[in-house]
Structure formats: C-alpha cells, structure tokens
C-alpha cells in the first residue's frame, strides 16, 4: 500500500464524519456495543499489520499483549489505585518489553515455526496467568466501579464516550500504521518482506526494525486491553488470553486485507456483525451454524480470493488496476 | 407534485408507525411481564445452558397456568396481583463468554424491555451480567451459580437463591464430622484437587479454608487443566500423598478422565468428596458403572421425592414436557422465576425498585420449594438465600441417592469407598 | 497400586507414543507441501467420531474400525487438499496459515451441529482394562495405541524409503523444483501426503476413542502439542516426530508429577520455544 490517493483520503475523510455522528442517531445500546467490537478488532487488526501483514511476522499471539495490557492496568488500579491512563502507557510499555523478549530470540524464525512459536508463547502466558495468584490466578480481577467520568476511564449511563475513546485509539492506530507504511522502515518491510536471506545479503539491519515493528504492535494491541479492561470492568484470563482472540485478529486483518492500512478495519466491520449477530439472531437455537458459515467464509476467502477485501477496494481509488 | 406528497406521506406515515410502536403503552397494566434469561445456549456448555434453559421455562409455564401445585403463583393464572399478566421469557445466548454477559443483559434491558434478569450458570458470566443490571437498576435474580464472590460484591440489585460454593465446601466437611460421629468413621488426611477455573480454584480456597478450621490435614492440593490429554501425573500424585479422603472440583470432562484413571492406576482412597461434573446428566451415561460409590454435593435429587412429594410432581411434570428426568442444572435454574414472580406479585408492579424491596421480603416456605431449604429469604446485606444448603448424594448401582444429612438419606452411605480391584 | 516414579515412567511412553502416532501424519503433510494443517486436532476429533458412530450404530469394535476411519480420514483430506488447500499453495503465505484454521472451524461446529456438544465414550472396547506388572499398572488402551504407533511409524518410515511413491514423496519434501524437474507431478505427491497424513491421525483417532472421551472441541489442545511436537522433531522427519512425541510426553508427565500439574502444559510448550530458539530446523529436521 503506497501512500493513499486524494479519493482514497476522501472516502476515509467521509466515512469518518459518518462514525462520529453515529452516537447521535444510533441510540441503541446494542448497536453501540456491535461498533465498539468493531473498532476494538479493527484496532487489534491494524496492530497485527504492522508486525504481520507488514514485517511478515505472522503473530498468532497477539491475545498475550492484549491480556498483558488488560492485567497491567487493572492490577494497577485495583491494587495501588494508579490511573487507568497510566496504567494504559505502564501496560503497553510491558507489553513492548514482553515481545521484545519473545521477538529477538524468534527473529530467525521463519512463516510457520514463527506462527507456532507465537502460540506457544501465548499458551505459556495464559496458563501463568491462570495460576497466579498476584493477578487472581482463574478468578481474574474485578475493577471497582467508580463514579463515570473521564479521568476515571469508566462510564455508566452510556455508552458513547467508550465508543468515541476507541474511534480516537483506533484512528492512533492507523496513524501509527500510516507512519510504518510510510517510512523508511515501511520501505525495507515492503521491500525484504518475505526473503530473509536477500536481507542479509543487503545488510540492513533488519532485526532491529523488526523489533521495532513487534513492539508497536505489541504496544497498541495492549492498549486495546486496557480498553477492554475499563469497557468491561471485569477480565478472567479466559476473557483476554485465549488463542481464539488471536485467531480473530488475524482473520480480521487477512479477510480485509493485510498489507493494507485500512484493511483490518474493512475486516472487522464485515467479521463482528456477523459474529454478534448470528449469536443474537441464530444463537439461542443452539446448534452452532453461525460458527459453521464463519469458518466457510474463512475457508473461501483464503482459497479463493486471498488478498482480501481491500484487494477489491484498491482498484477503485486507482481506476483499472 | 403527486409524487412528492405521496413519498411524504409514506415517509411521515411509517415514522408515525414506528414511533407509536416504540412507545411504550403507558396505560393499564402490562399484559406480559418480560424476564431476560441468560445461558450459554451454543459453545461447549451448550447442553448445559440447555439443561438450565428448561428449568426455567418448566416455572414460566407452572407460573402462567392453573396447577394444583404448592408452589408460589403455581394455583393461579399469572401474577393475579397485575390482573393475570404473564410472565415472557426473552432468552440470550452469552455463549460462555464474560463480555457477551454483559452485553446481552444490557440488550434484553435495553432493547427488549425486560423487567428482571436471571442465569447466567457460569459464574464469570454472571458477573459481568449482574454488573450490567447495577448499573441499568434492574433486578437479577440467580440460582446457578455458585461463586461464592458473587454475593460479597455489596451490589443493590442482585440475589442469588442457590448455595455456593463455600456452602458446599463447608458441607463437606460437616459430613466428614458426622462421619466420625454418627459412623464412627475416622478421617484425618484430605486431598484437595481442583480444576483451574473460577469454580475449581474458589472450591480449592473454601475447602484448604475449612480443613485447616476443622483440623484435617490437606496433604496433597492440585490444580490442574480442565481439558487435559492425560492425568496420570495429577493421580500418581495422589497415590503417593495417599490420603484418607478425596475432595474433587470438577467439570463434566475431567470428572470422566479422572474416574477413568482412578480406576486405571488403582486410587483407593476411604471416600470421594466430589463437585458439579460428578452430577452433570453426560457423567454416568459415559462411565456406568465406574461411578458408583462417588458422593457429589447436590442441591437436588430425585429421591427428595420419598420426603417431599411436590418433588415427585414436578418431575413428572418436567419429564412428560422434555421427556427425560430434571437434573440438578434445570432444578436450580427452576427456582428463580418463581422468586421473581413471588416479588413481583407482591411489589404490585414491575418497578425495579419495588420489586427489589419486594425481594428483600422475601420469605418463602420451605415446603414450596422443591430442595431440602427451610425456604427462601435473602440476606439483607449480601442478599444471599439464608436457607439455601446442599446436600450430599452418592451413586449407587449409577442412580444418585440422597445419603446426607443422615436424617434425610434415602439410602445408607456405602463407606469406605469399594477399592477398584474388588468390584465386577 | 500404580504409585511411584516408575509407573510415571511407563505413563511419560504410553502418552507420548499416542501423541507420537497423532503427530505422524501432520510432520508428512507439513514435510511435503510446507503447510501446517492447523486443523490437525479436527481431523483427529473426526476419526474418533468414525470410531464412536461404528461402535454405537454397528457394534463394531474400534479395532476393526481403525482401516474405515483410516479411509474415510484419506478421502477428506484428498478433498480438501483438493477443493480448498491446492488454491493456496503457492500463494501468499498468511492465506496458507489461516485457510486451514478456517477448515478447523468448520469442522468444529459442522460436529456440534451434527452430534450436538455432549460428551461421548465407547464404553466396552475389547480393548480396555488394566495390566498389573508388579507396581506399575499399564493401561491396555494406551498400551495398544502405543504399539499402533509404532507400527504406524514403521509402516510410513518403511513406505517412504522403499515404495516408488514413498521415494517420490521424499524427493518432493527434499527439494520441489529438483522433483519437478525429474519429472514427478508434485500436485498429486501433495494431494496424496495430504490424503495419507489425514489417513494417519484417523488411525489415531480410532485408538484414542478406546480411552478418551469423545466431542467437537477434542482436538484443540491434542492439535496443539502436534504443532510442537512436528516442529520439535523436524518437520518432514518421521523419527523426529516419534522421537519428539515420547520426549513430550516425558516432559508434560514428569513435569506434572515432579514439578506443578497446573503447569504441565507450559513446559511443554517452553521446551518447544527453547529447543526452537537453539536449533531452529528441530532435533532431526534438515
């Protein structure tokens, strides 16, 4: 994805006026809800990219930065009463550390050893977490409900500043990607993506902007825990550490198109409806068909038409492709 | 011009329509009185939510009807209090999952107008449910989950019916006393061994809380993964801790692995002390006859129907509707529409907070309820059901009967527990 | 009674041959086309369905079912390998991993769809029960699933290094473009290690279902420790794969015993990323 294109701006521009008057039409406290899940995996997916669809480094563990987040921040104010928007930065530095320290000794790894590696290292985070009794092991933490109001990251009447605050880190978030995409360290990303070696022929220090890339990621998908944290006011590590949250956030990306800036967020806002609203509609017959049509739709689109939605969007802002 | 009128008056007409149709009546009293219910109705408990979903739908329908029964509003049509109005289910499938606890609850309140909310089975669920309907102000009132946290949270709207965990553990224990009192049995050593979830690591704290009160001795305390391939390490454990008694927290998965193992490498403690997957309908059918002498905490049992024949009824009730017996899931998720219904008749409207004072009075008999209870009354702080106690069951010949208290067993306990080798 | 350190021992081979014999089939299929089937553990949930659905219906011993689970397992995986596999091959790299987790789910819930999420067991295999030998007790079921698997390790081993095809498959997982060169049609090597792996976790299936209880969601954590166990031995290797499913065994059973229960997992997975980090091809991979 090269720098966008003045219609591509333009689209971006209005759709975004279309998000921030939603909240003023849309009253429903449902609907809000299905959006805020659509900005909060469109934001995990936007940080995915940058390690996965840019880097090449396909993360299916991203559910540990997430959950590392979620804890950081709430041990935190449960605990020694620390903001919330502190514990959010003290969350994502975490977070970056953990996957530096995951990241340099599995810089060498390629595609798949990468993918399960990642797995694994998730695995291991959640079953620390489930035993630990500092961060209430099974029972998980439950965040003390405070009087709402911003500097309390809490809010009870309504839904709409939580829904404005994630449009605002979701919007970060694609500012960050924007700038990786943009950069000098996009360019190499794009460049060497899939072959290492011609890397090291080059002899661009490529481990270190790989680095980099792993811990913005792991950077802002903690900050989306810390959301979850404070939307939710509850976390158990089988809310945020599961191998199925890492799972979605790499559909999300691969179904909007990964390697593309707003293609998570296509993803996302196709993959959640669909998620709430066959649990809301097909959900209490029972028999699982939602998730049946999900892995179908899955299975189709990476046999069939790989490069995502945004494969199709892209021709548009450029006429014939 | 034609056109243009035309579309307007559609426009201005179907705004009209829908408009008046958001409106709620504010005239009369309501026909329906809508109650959300909340279960995990698709992902792995799905049987269970199902389980817990016909409970409740077996009291709507005992509730809105005319049954010779002696349960609360059992005898009349409705809720007379509100002119006959009867009670909707609204159901929500939360799929096991915390967040979609939430956000059903706040859906059934918010988009489908429900006055009250029950469920959710898992205790991380109704947490995070019950959270939802604080802060909306809408009554919850719970009889499955059994957390003991749920209650210590000091929330105004929340009730919960059933015992808890605590309760269970702290039975355990009262029967280990009887034992050596009543049986002359004595015990000395316990082993504690505990899934890793909420439920189990709650269970393990209760019970080492306990042991240690009642002077028993934990020699061996072991969480370990609900799911896992193989527990051969977790039993040879246990074999070599060698303890008098066992006391296990399980669900219905690890119950059958553990079972199977115990059997495979000879575990023979004097007793099995066990919890919720010993008692899941799904347990026996997969290991027959390997279950039995197994003693589960219940809430429930059939055989309450010799003391208690509305137990009896209501099965029969249950059975001809969903053509197998009640099991303890749908006996407790049975409860809840009934204290609601009780409340609400009494509060003479569907305000929450009338309703919740209502609840507050609460003060159910012990003989209209279908459990060993003195009855049903909350506790004014921490609005847990005072009377709400459990009783132990053990399998014998794979049917579940009631054998403490000793006062009200159906059966004689079968103690120690038959070594492995010994049986058929 | 089945105490002490030698009977955790003789558990750390019986469990980890059965994982051994549920890898197999992943490490040729991952050998061959370079691509981890995560639904791995669905296929395996499928094959002990077959087992169940043979005992049940027709009273057929999960012995005499392990060729049909066998065949039937060959044919799904030809055609997947077939309809949704092949379209990736060759394409980006993020489609081949997530295709198959895609097929993961489908499997998944097209189960709980059709046999509901309820628990199964096989209650009276012929094989089932318990040797004393001394103080160990060995379990028949596992100790059957353990022989299988290493008659099944035999079996490919043999296959691959004596049979026209068996050569052609390891030409192609040696090197693609030498093989295609010499004249082998790789599209059909891959549908066929597709089909044969598949083939292989049925047979697991049909062992496992002896002993362990049977749903939709089986697969998940036996998947799982597949991916490390193939990736620890090598991907391609098949001594590898038998060699690293008994070394895990060994560490999640005496892990469990010797260190934490609750952790028994972890270190299995930590051994994997340790051994990974060090020697990133794996024990015997080239």
């Given amino acids: ?321 | 011009m034609g056109n243009i009128t035309r579309r307007s008056f559609l426009i201005g007409g179907s705004a009209l329509a829908v408009s008046a149709w958001m409106v709620p009546p504010v005239w009369g009293a309501p026909k329906t009185i809508k109650i959300g219910g909340l279960y995990p109705l698709t992902g792995n408990l799905a049987s269970t939510g199902l389980d817990c979903r016909r409970g409740a739908e077996l009291a709507v329908e005992i509730i809105n009807g005319k049954y010779d029964l002696n349960l609360p509003l059992a005898k009349t049509e409705g809720l007379p209090n509100l002119g006959g109005a009867k009670i909707e289910m609204v159901w929500a499938d939360t799929k096991g999952e915390p967040k979609n606890g939430q956000a059903e609850a706040e859906r059934v309140v918010t988009q489908d107008g429900v006055v009250g909310v029950i469920g959710a089975y898992q205790s991380s669920v109704t947490k995070t449910a019950s959270q939802a309907t604080e802060r909306l102000g809408i009554p919850y009132v719970c009889s499955d989950s059994s957390s003991p946290t749920l209650t210590e949270r000091g929330l105004k709207y929340f009730f919960r019916v059933s015992p808890h965990d605590g309760i269970f553990a702290h039975d355990q224990f009262n029967f280990l006393k009887d034992l050596e009192r009543v049986k002359k049995q004595k015990v000395q050593t316990v082993a504690l061994l505990y899934e890793n979830t909420e439920f189990g690591s709650n269970v393990g704290k209760q019970e080492q809380k306990y042991a240690q009160e009642y002077g028993y001795k934990a020699v061996e305390d072991i969480s370990y993964t609900a799911n896992a391939t193989d527990v051969t390490s977790e039993v040879g454990r246990l074999i070599k801790a060698n303890p008098d008694v066992l006391m296990h927290a399980s669900y219905i998965t690890d119950a059958i692995l553990f079972t199977k193992t115990f059997k495979e490498m000879g575990f023979n403690p004097k007793g099995m002390l066990t919890m919720a997957g010993y008692i899941e309908p799904g347990y026996l059918p997969a290991v027959k006859a390997d279950g039995d002498y197994f003693i589960v905490r219940s809430t429930f049992a059939l055989d309450l129907a010799k003391s208690k024949p509305l137990v009896g009824k209501v099965n029969e009730l249950f059975k001809k509707k969903f053509g197998i017996d009640m099991s303890e899931n749908a006996a407790r998720s049975f409860t809840a529409p009934f204290v609601f219904a009780d409340a609400i008749n009494r509060a003479k409207t569907t305000e929450a907070e009338a309703v919740v004072k209502a609840l507050l009075e609460t003060s159910i008999p012990g003989d209209q309820v279908i459990y060993p209870w003195k009855g049903v009354k909350f506790d004014p702080q921490s609005h847990q059901n005072i009377y709400a106690t459990g009783t132990l069951v053990q399998v014998q010949n794979q049917q579940y009967v009631t054998v403490w208290p000793f006062e009200s067993a159906a059966k004689d306990l079968v103690w120690p527990f038959p070594a492995w080798k010994s049986r058929k | 009674m089945g105490g002490g350190v030698l009977q955790q021992v003789v558990n750390s081979l019986l469990i980890g041959s059965v994982y051994s014999l549920v890898a197999i089939g992943l490490t040729l299929i991952w050998g061959v086309m370079n691509i981890i089937n995560f639904a791995h553990g669905d296929f395996l949930m499928v094959g002990m369905f077959i087992a169940f659905w043979f005992y049940t219906l027709l009273h057929l011993d999960p012995v005499f079912s392990i060729p049909i689970c066998a065949a039937v397992l060959f044919i799904l995986g030809g055609l997947i390998y077939r309809f949704i596999v092949s379209k990736v091959m060759g394409g980006p790299l993020l489609a081949q991993l997530v295709v198959t987790f895609g097929v993961s789910i489908f499997l998944a819930n097209l189960a709980v769809m059709l046999w509901t999420p309820d628990f199964r067991l096989i209650e009276k295999p012929l094989l089932s029960g318990t040797w004393s030998l001394g103080t160990v007790q060995l379990s028949i079921p596992k100790f059957a699933a353990s022989l299988g698997s290493v008659l099944v390790s035999a079996g490919v081993f043999l296959f691959l290094k004596r049979t026209k095809t068996g050569k052609a498959i390891l030409a192609v997982e040696m090197n693609r473009e030498s093989a295609l060169l010499i004249g082998i049609n790789t599209d059909r090597i891959n549908a066929l290690s597709f089909g044969i792996g598949s083939a292989l976790v049925g047979i697991a299936g049909a062992f496992l279902a002896m002993y362990y209880y049977i749903y939709p969601q089986v697969g998940g954590l036996f998947g799982l420790i597949s991916f490390c166990i193939v990736a620890l031995g090598g991907f391609g290797s098949i001594e590898g794969a038998f060699i690293a499913g008994i070394l895990i065994g060994f560490v999640q059973t005496l892990g469990g015993y010797y260190f934490d229960p609750a952790y028994k997992y972890a270190l299995v997975f930590l051994v994997y990323l340790i051994t990974v980090w060090i020697r990133p091809q794996g024990l015997l991979g080239w």
């Fill in chain 1, 1 to 321: 994805m090269r720098t966008p294109t003045r219609r591509q701006i333009s689209v971006f521009a209005f759709v975004l006026v279309l998000l921030l008057l939603y909240p003023l039409f849309v009253k429903g406290s449902f609907p809000l809800h299905v959006m805020i899940m659509v900005f909060l995996f469109a934001m995990l997916g936007v940080a995915w990219n940058i390690m996965g669809g840019y880097a090449g480094m396909f993360s299916f563990g991203q559910a540990a930065f997430f959950g590392i987040g979620a804890y950081t921040s709430s041990y935190l104010l449960t605990t020694y009463h620390v903001s919330p928007w502190i514990g959010l930065l003290a969350g994502g530095v975490l977070a970056a550390l953990a996957a530096a320290a995951i990241g340099i000794p599995c810089s060498n790894l390629r595609g798949h050893y990468f993918a399960i590696a990642s797995i694994a290292f998730a695995e291991i985070v959640r079953i620390h977490f489930n035993n630990w009794k500092l961060v209430g092991a099974a029972e998980g933490l439950t965040l003390p409900i405070l009087g709402q109001s911003f500097r309390n990251f809490e809010f009870h009447s309504s839904k709409v500043p939580y829904y404005y605050i994630l449009l605002g880190f979701l919007i970060l978030s694609l500012l960050v990607c924007t700038w990786v995409s943009t950069s000098r360290m996009g360019f190499y990303f794009r460049a060497l993506k899939e072959s290492h070696d011609l890397a090291k022929v080059v002899g661009i220090n490529f481990v270190r902007y790989r680095l980099a890339a792993i811990m913005i990621s792991a950077f802002l998908t903690a900050m989306a825990g810390t959301f979850y944290a404070q939307y939710i006011l509850y976390l158990d590590p089988d809310s945020v550490l599961i191998l199925p949250i890492s799972v979605q956030v790499v559909l999300v990306a691969m179904l909007g198109g990964a390697g593309s800036i707003m293609g998570p967020v296509i993803g996302a806002a196709i993959l959640l409806p669909i998620s709430e609203g066959t649990r809301v509609w097909l959900g209490p017959k029972g028999t699982g068909i939602d998730m049946v049509v999900y892995g179908t739709l899955i299975m189709l689109i990476s046999a069939y038409h790989p490069q995502g939605v945004w494969g199709l969007f892209s021709r548009i802002g450029r006429g014939k492709a």
